[in-house]
């Protein structure tokens, strides 16, 4: 009789543990509120596009694909509070598309405890890429990676006294060594290299610090409302040097934070154009925004829309009774999956995705141009 009891207990706990994650729950914890909102919300809005898309052709394996979106106020702590309730609370498959280095560090210790993959961050820290953690799967290229391509643009155009503005947080170092490999290729020396606090920096004091340095360009890593503040008191005391910041600010929200002094700043880029439709995930990205009433989409879109399509193809590989573990090692067996005109492959040594890396500058119309 106790035996005949122990084994429908276990029947039980499978049946449950099976039907937690039948409506492929996805947990997205996120800055929807604070310095980096207006990317957080584009990306969100591109993921939706696809997600939204193939929920209405069935799901994945007739199933629907939830996405259940937390705010974390952009702070690390609440990132790593919300991610754990959305694992323990609401039984996601997986966590998706949240934004930020320290807030993705906060979680990798939880992805273990709990094993549970992470999705597509919308981080290119290095930490996240080496060593490979078995439990993120990055979709976009590294910060570093963006960061040494602006330097050697701006080597190539002559440009020889560049300051580097940093945000003193685990993004902006790891971007920095990046300008620092870029420096020590072509040759040159910060003009300066200053760190300012994520919250609350003295922007005045910076551009001072700027002007003081007689420098030609600005490479500014930071949020976009602190890099969007932090050009307008560049102008403002008199600069019309070039800036240049990272894809982390490739979105509408950061030109219209920008206002008039958008024009001419350099945006590095992951994606391609979000107008060069040659790119059949461009194209189709294009058409499912027009079905929704939108006029187009950003770059901080594409992002989305293309990390939405890894983690598809995750779940379809992974069977119509996923679980977290089945959805990591579906994740792990891609290869040369086509984004369409990107591809992306994983394997137990590299967990990198795309290493596409690009520059747009923002035209006099707001819009990003390649």
Known sequence: MKIAHTLWSAALLTALVTSAHAQLRIGQPSGFTGSAAAGVKENTEGAKLYIDAVNRQGGVHGQQIELVTVDDKFDPATTAKVGRALITEKNVLALFLNRGTPHSQALLPILAELRVPLVAPSTGAMVLH?????????????????????????????????????????????????????????????ALLQKFPREKPDLAELASKVKASDAQAVLYIGSSNNVASGVKALRESGQTLQVVTLSNNASEGFIKALGEHARGVIVTQVFPNERAVNYRLIKEAQELAKTKGLSGVSPAMIEGFAAAKVLVEGLRRAGPKPTPSGLRDALESMHKFDLGGLDVSYSANDHSGLDFADLSIIGSDGKFMR
């Open 130 to 190: 080496d060593p490979v953690n078995p439990w993120v799967f990055n979709v976009r290229a590294t910060y570093q990676r963006e960061a040494i391509k602006a330097i050697h643009h701006l080597a190539s155009l002559g440009v020889s006294r560049i300051a580097v503005l940093q945000t003193d947080d685990s993004f902006g170092a790891d971007a920095a060594l990046g300008a620092e490999k870029g420096f020590a290729a072509t040759g040159l020396k910060p």
